[in-house]
């Protein structure tokens, strides 16, 4: 949040997290931001209260959730997004049911026994959800450490 506050000091930022120590973290890295606003308490499954957005981010986040949190995102981008809003997602993801690195592997085998309801997602079905949810996939670009970024578009 804070480097992209930094790079883009004209948008203002609406960080949030379920987690109060989350919150914490957040204001402690975006103190003196002044184009980032107090961390919200939102969850993904629940509903939201927000006004419509230009474009959400979502980094590491779809992995160490349930399955319903990244329905609940979607859906929310789906609902919240301007028209051509984007939905920006980063992390590690499956294609067509496999990993892309053996390193994805142990590491969607270590989230799943630390949560059986987490674990490393497939793009086929978090692009298949969005699309229920009025989103298009825009780009996926591949970055460090096999993760990728993943771009959805409202377009209405």
Known sequence: M???AKTYPHIVFQPSDPDRDHRASIAAWTDGLENVNAPL???TTKNWQIA???AFI???MIHIAPWSACEGLLSKAGRHLASNGILYLYGPYKHGGRHTAQ???KF???LRHRNAEWGIRDLDDITATAVVHGLTLDAT????????S???????
């Open 52 to 54: 419509s957005v230009d």
């Open 2 to 4: 804070a480097y992209f």
């Open 150 to 156: 993943v771009i959805y578009r409202r377009v209405v």
């Open 58 to 60: 979502c980094v590491n």
């Open 108 to 110: 969607d085998a270590d």
């Open 41 to 43: 308490d939102l969850d």
């Open 103 to 105: 390193s994805n592997a």
């Open 141 to 148: 670009v591949q970055m460090p450490a096999n993760n990728l």
